[in-house]
């Protein structure tokens, strides 16, 4: 089996990689593309020593694999994604540029992975905060339909990439913000991404969108998402509307019944979901499970993960386990 990953030095490919050595996943060859600054940036994997190439149609052609995983941004998954299709790759892209595509599944493995088996050639990773939603959304659908969803999320820097983590660092030592509006130290920040013109954002529409494309059915969904001066890991508050009222503790049941979730709903003893816990694993934290004090069938909890990780690197890594990309599963 030969891999590709595609932004191989950027903070998610560099995740990507250290999956694969955490993961034991096995292959022959693995080709690593940067961008035009760092090709021939040397990278070990496994203890073995790789250069960047560049990324090229010639190149892509020349390094035939059997999966593509893209995480350098919609504008370069545009352009080369079909390159890697045509030679017979399967394109597993992190970005947002084909998400809503009719013909491109998008998936979480624990939640719609029989849509994965569907593709054309490329796969495409949910938003980061979507991913770990829609778990414990996930859950709930399985014991009482939903109807609305409403989101609130408080999302980390590491959600921009290294340029968000050096935005809290420079900010902190009092200097003026580059890549966020405001200063993000000490503060927080309701705008993620451009607003578009029905007032959301383009992160809230990403969130809004992909909801009912996962699931599988149309439902009514709202987000605010704020960016938070947090490191790593991002936190939602879901609101939950079902067609039947709600009892807790079938909730609680089909949470823990889900793989990949890891309930933490103990309030006596200030037990529930938070960024620092979630940081440096692949588990959706998902708590403060109550139920509305006006509306019997709305049922509210907030959820926690690693962005970079289930948000992003090791969810792509879990589709290419599904179409037997790890034959150590």
Known sequence: MNISIVGATGMVGTKILELIQEYGITYDNLYLYASNERVNTLVTVNGKKYYT?????????????????????GNISLEYAKDFVDTGCVVIDNSSAFRMHDDVPLVVPEVN??????????????????????????????????????????????????????????????????????????????????????GFSKEEMKMILETSKILGK???????????PVLNGH???I?????????????????????????????????????????????VYVGRVRRDLYNKKIVRLFCVADNIRKGAAANAIQIMQLLGGNPNV
Request: charged share 25%; glycine share 4%; proline share 5%.
């Open 53 to 73: 190439f560049a990324l090229t149609s010639e190149n892509i052609k020349n390094n035939k694999s059997d999966f593509a995983l893209f995480s350098a941004g």
């Open 113 to 198: 992975k029989e849509a994965a088996f569907r593709h054309q050639g490329i796969i495409a990773n949910p938003n980061c905060s979507t991913i770990q939603a829609m778990l414990p959304l996930k859950a709930i659908e399985n014991i009482n339909p939903i109807k609305r969803v409403v989101y609130s999320t408080y999302q980390a820097v590491s959600g921009s990439g290294i340029k968000g983590i050096r935005e809290l660092e420079r900010t902190k030592e009092g200097l003026e913000p580059i890549n966020y509006a405001l200063p993000i130290y000490s503060n927080v920040i309701p705008q993620i991404d451009v607003f578009l013109e029905n």
């Open 218 to 228: 149309d439902i009514e969904v709202s987000a605010t998402c704020v960016r938070v």
């Open 235 to 237: 936190s939602v508050d």
């Open 239 to 283: 609101e939950v509307e079902c067609e039947n009222e709600v009892q807790i503790s079938e909730v609680m049941s089909a949470l823990e019944d889900l793989e990949g979730i890891q309930v933490r709903d103990d309030i006596k003893n200030d037990v529930y979901p938070y960024p620092l816990e979630a940081n440096g694993n692949d588990q």
